[in-house]
């Protein structure tokens, strides 16, 4: 396991525009060694803007595909159906990869659901 906390924001500003030294840590990075060889990479900002749909999401990638499940949805991309794109620094990248992964149907909610 490693884990590092960091402040990267040490001054920040109150709702009066006044100035004041940070008291708590802006963010927190792991990486964990999980049972049977299963690597889990953590990080948890408020100092980072991050390209997310909803505010809390799990990434897990296989070796037959990914998923990727928030609070309300989750999406997969099969091994198969993963592109292969072939970069060239010279033209833009045709590739929407976001439209590229496929939407789990919805479940009827849970009777005990929040």
Known sequence: MYCQVSTHIPTRWDEQGQAYEATADDAA?????LRDGI?????ASWATRVNREELLEVQVDGTLGSAVAGLRTCTVQDRAMTPRPVWNPDVDNPERFRDQWAPVPDNAEFDNGF
């Open 29 to 33: 990075y792991a990486v964990l060694g």
């Open 39 to 43: 690597v889990a990479a953590v990080t």
